[in-house]
């Protein structure tokens, strides 16, 4: 009895990954394992083979459903044929369900989608990139439409032609009893056309792997998460259909000072006592590289927070800034001078206990307490 290696394992892909994370592994496994670059290794050429039959079932999003759903039962028995049999694999397995309860249940009813997959990009930014905003430029590697038939999938000077099987219609019909069943045309595979003598460097998919470079505005305000979608920047649809989009997705650096929470920026800020109890005023940096003048009440206490108007974030397609909120940390010095300590000494002796009502009271309740 053969063992069926899991698809997944076989890229050694996690089953969440992405079309970018499954393509890029199976090109790291195929250049390791290619047979022209190890002698002939049987063992390796098996590999090899495996590894393509993985990405070739788990690159189609029709496939890869079926196969996450069913495994390598989905192409079993009828099901389809297996992931090296084309278009086919996936289709024949929908249809037995599609061609009985599709036109009563919203089935496609007509060809299959040809549009290209969806690609994600992570992009970082700092947080003074996501304040000020900026223009970026990124190199992503895509399945783009094949130069030599212009996306066609057919040899240049050729064209494909309509199905003879379903007149192009993509579907054929067939008497089932009492029911009429409509099932994908096995000749095309749902196309409804067939080219004859295929595009030698796409192989009939109209569609090569490409790099390409790519300007992204990021404007100001984005946050963590914040998604930007390019149209028609995704892979390429098979045989001139519609390309998917490529989405960026922003993920921001932590800052040293600040943290963000929406539209409001927080910043911790140690304070001496002398400030605290004087009062004074201290400056941080802004992110727009003005400074920005906090003033520290008399008498503040640790953990007060200052906010300070439109310091914050600017609001993301609109008008407007948040704020920042400063708390304040009053930090007790560690080393004391002579003349220091003999101020403090001369302070301590004019205390009355209502410079720190809080303490004071704190006190009377415990010796109340003790008696």
């Known amino acids: 009895m053969t063992t069926e290696v899991d698809y997944y394992e076989l890229l050694e892909c996690e089953r969440t990954a992405d079309e970018a994370t499954l393509k890029s592994a199976y090109r790291k496994l195929a250049m390791k394992y290619h047979p022209d670059k190890n002698g002939g290794c049987k063992d390796h050429e098996a590999k090899f083979k495996a ?43 929908s249809d037995i369900f599609e061609s009985v309860f599709g036109e009563f249940m919203g089935g496609r009813g007509g060809r299959p989608n040809l549009r290209g997959a969806d690609l994600r990009y992570d992009m970082e930014i700092s947080l003074e990139e996501a304040w000020h905003g900026k223009t970026s430029e990124i190199t992503v590697d895509v399945s783009g439409s094949c130069d030599t038939c212009a996306g066609t999938g057919a040899k240049p000077g050729t064209q494909a032609h309509a199905c003879k099987q379903c007149n192009g219609h993509g579907k054929v019909r067939a008497q089932q009893g009492f029911f009429m069943v409509e099932r994908t045309c096995p000749v095309c595979h749902g196309a409804g056309e067939v080219i004859a003598d295929p595009c030698r460097d796409c192989r009939g998919e109209g569609r090569t792997d490409k790099t390409k470079t790519l300007k992204i505005n990021v404007p100001p305000g984005v946050d963590e998460g914040t998604r930007i979608r390019l149209s028609g920047e995704g892979e390429a649809g098979a045989r001139g259909a519609p390309s998917g989009d490529l989405y960026i997705f922003l993920h921001v650096a ?73 708390r304040l940390d009053v930090e007790m010095p560690s080393k004391l001078t002579a003349k220091q300590r003999e101020l403090l000494e001369a302070f301590r002796a004019t205390e009355t206990g209502d410079e720190c009502p809080q303490s004071s009271g704190f006190f009377a309740k415990l010796k109340s307490a003790l008696g």
């Open 254 to 326: 932590k800052h040293a000072l600040f943290e963000r929470q929406g539209t409001t920026l927080f910043a911790n800020a140690p304070i001496s006592f002398t400030t605290a109890a004087l009062g004074g005023e201290i400056t941080l940096p802004g992110l727009d590289g003005e400074k920005i003048a906090v003033k520290i009440a008399p008498g503040t206490q640790p953990g007060r927070e200052v906010r300070h108007r439109g310091a914050g974030m600017p609001v993301l397609q609109g008008r407007g800034r948040g704020d920042l909120v400063v």
């Open 51 to 93: 590894v393509s039959e993985a990405y070739d079932c788990l690159k189609d999003p029709q496939k890869r459903a079926a196969y996450d759903r069913f495994g390598h039962a989905a192409f079993k028995n009828g099901m389809g044929g297996g992931p090296g049999h084309g278009a086919q694999d996936f289709g024949a397995f």
